[in-house]
């Protein structure tokens, strides 16, 4: 497991068996995500697929020009990639006053072909207005001719922000694979369209991810049993979140049920339901404005000090701004 990134601001990382890589979400433009591998001594040329958790900004904003670049395929959930698209399709929005001046102006254009139609106006500032309007109306036949028509829909396709070389989809709860890597993808509480974590598992060795999460439900601690090398999210500091810079709306967001787990709510599943068999434990997705790694690593650490066979677990902090070292099992 390589973490090349982890935190509200961009989330990557690299679960590799030796015939297998598979990149976990890419949240970091495609250049600073091939920046990172580089940094981390991977090639992403070797990597077989990306794969995507949830639809949230700091998981997919260098996605599609990654996949394009190296015409990987794409593992979603459908929901996932659903809401993907129509993130990324731009909508424009209309006040209910700049709708009525629309309608108005599209019922001026309608009486002005029609008189123009008719002839009966024979005034000829009138007229041009008309055909103008008309024009606009039908799709302009000489644009056609003109060739502007025909390059359009290439200039479209290429700057389709949703095109993607390949995309597989699956479904929480179902086994799939890539190459020799066995994949368990498990539903997470959070405020996305249908967010997932993972277990996977290659020459009996066991990884698993499970960050943005508002709490621990019994689905994830049950995924979360017999495994290796744990990521989990230690997202914030409950008395910095509460005191901290954000606006009451989002403090809410990010401590309800589909929010994310806090140090305290991660040393609790550490200390009450965590079977104690990972040798690594690394906590990610720590909030820089509502954390303190040195608080996250206490919390974790103190959980596992309360039962005294833990401490051989070793415990990591997955960084934002920097790769950290491979895990080797
Ligand atoms: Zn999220
Ligand atoms: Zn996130």
Same mark, same amino acid.
């Given at each position: 497991m390589t973490v090349l990134a982890s935190g509200s601001k961009g989330n990557s990382t690299v679960i590799a068996s030796s015939k297998t890589r598979v990149l976990v979400d890419?949240?970091?433009?495609c250049r600073e995500l091939l920046k990172r591998m580089a940094a981390a001594g991977e #090639?992403?040329?070797?990597? #077989?697929a990306i794969l995507i958790t949830h639809e949230h900004v700091d998981h997919v904003a260098g996605l599609a020009v990654l996949a394009r670049r190296l015409k990987i395929p794409v593992f979603f959930t459908e929901s996932t990639h659903r809401a993907w698209i129509r993130m990324l399709t731009p909508r424009t929005t209309m006040t209910y006053a700049k709708w009525l001046e629309h309608l108005q102006k599209e019922k001026e254009a309608r009486a002005a072909a029609a008189a123009s139609d008719s002839g009966a106006v024979e005034d000829s500032a009138l007229n041009e207005v008309g055909s103008i309007a008309a024009g606009a109306a039908v799709d302009d036949p000489m644009g056609e001719e003109s060739g502007e028509v025909e390059v359009e829909p290439a200039v479209k396709k290429k700057a389709d922000p949703t095109y993607l070389p390949a995309v597989e989809y699956f479904h929480s709860g179902a086994h799939f694979s890539i190459g020799d890597i066995e994949i368990m993808p498990f539903t997470i509480p959070h405020d996305a369209a249908d967010p997932c974590g993972f277990v996977f598992e290659a020459a009996g060795i066991r990884m698993a991810m499970a960050t943005d999460l508002g709490y621990m439900p019994a689905n994830v601690k049950a995924a979360l049993k017999n495994i290796d090398v744990m990521l989990l999210e230690s997202n914030h500091d409950l008395e910095m979140l509460r005191d901290?810079?954000?606006p009451w709306s989002v403090k809410q967001r990010v401590l309800s049920r589909v929010g994310h787990l806090s140090n305290d709510a991660t040393a609790a599943f550490l200390s009450d339901d965590y079977d104690g068999k990972a040798s690594w434990i690394v906590l990610g997705h720590l909030s820089e404005s509502n954390n303190a790694p040195e608080l996250a690593r206490l919390a974790a650490e103190q959980a596992l000090g309360g039962r005294p066979s833990l401490l051989g677990n070793r415990v990591v902090l997955a960084a934002q701004e920097a790769p950290i070292d491979s895990i080797l099992m």
């Open positions: 890419a949240g970091l433009s #090639d992403p040329e070797k990597l #077989d901290g810079p954000y």
